[in-house]
T-cell receptor, first 112, second 114 residues
Framework: GENVEQHPSTLSVQEGDSAVIKCTYS??????FPWYKQELGKGPQLIID?????GEKKDQRIAVTLNKTAKHFSLHITETQPEDSAVYFC???????????FGKGTRLHILP | EAGVAQSPRYKIIEKRQSVAFWCNPI?????LYWYQQILGQGPKLLIQ????????DSQLPKDRFSAERLKGVDSTLKIQPAKLEDSAVYLC????????????FGSGTRLTVV
């Protein structure tokens, strides 16, 4: 079936450095790609999204890139801070009903 | 704007018992979703409603799970009878329309089946 692959599963970076999380998707018709951040005991929170007619989008320290030909997209966090520590999920819309399916998540640790 | 409300926050039941979860979406959001999130995994879609109609329930184990969304607003998800492997966080989310808008998730209900 359609799926979204995400890696790495765990990522540790020094505070102030950059973090990159990568995802691939299988449905060539996917046209919407959101990223969510989940903190302990909370539901996922949308942090940025990108649509298929755009190659890159930036919001302060967070940016997302999309390569439709290769069917992969990435999240970039610059100047990481302790509050960036969380689990991050990529997702993609699939099917004619545009349901959203999620990757398995990346646990990001920001080291002091 | 008020977020997605879910209750209860936690529930512990014995296997073969039944349990129900409740969700109140953001006002005006036509699309409502129930996801199951097993520890260490990404959310898995169980069912998608558009207003009070089911759009997709292909991943819902219909022999034990049921869901309804009366009047196109609140929704309940029921498990009967529960199995040990149903232990997970059940997340409700809503959006103005399917797929092209980010979802707003509730805090979830953590279910433990013993």
């Amino acid at each position: 079936g359609e799926n979204v692959e995400q890696h790495p599963s765990t990522l540790s970076v020094q505070e102030g450095d950059s973090a990159v999380i990568k995802c691939t998707y299988s449905d060539s018709a996917s046209n919407y790609f959101p990223w969510y951040k989940q903190e302990l005991g909370k539901g996922p929170q949308l942090i940025i999204d990108i649509r298929s007619n755009v190659g890159e989008k930036k919001d302060q320290r967070i940016a997302v890139t999309l390569n439709k030909t290769a069917k992969h997209f990435s999240l970039h966090i610059t100047e990481t801070q302790p509050e960036d520590s969380a689990v991050y999920f990529c997702a993609a819309s699939i099917g004619r009903d545009d349901k959203i399916i999620f990757g398995k998540g990346t646990r990001l640790h920001i080291l002091p | 704007e008020a977020g997605v409300a879910q209750s209860p926050r936690y529930k512990i039941i014995e296997k073969r018992q039944s349990v129900a979860f409740w969700c109140n979406p953001i006002s005006g959001h036509a699309t409502l979703y129930w996801y199951q999130q097993i520890l260490g995994q990404g959310p898995k879609l169980l069912i998608q409603f558009q207003n009070n109609g089911v759009v997709d329930d292909s991943q819902l184990p219909k022999d034990r799970f049921s869901a309804e969304r009366l009047k196109g607003v609140d929704s309940t998800l029921k498990i009967q009878p529960a199995k040990l492997e149903d232990s997970a966080v059940y997340l409700c989310a809503s959006s103005p329309a399917p797929g092209r808008y980010g979802y707003t998730f509730g805090s979830g209900t953590r279910l433990t089946v013993v």
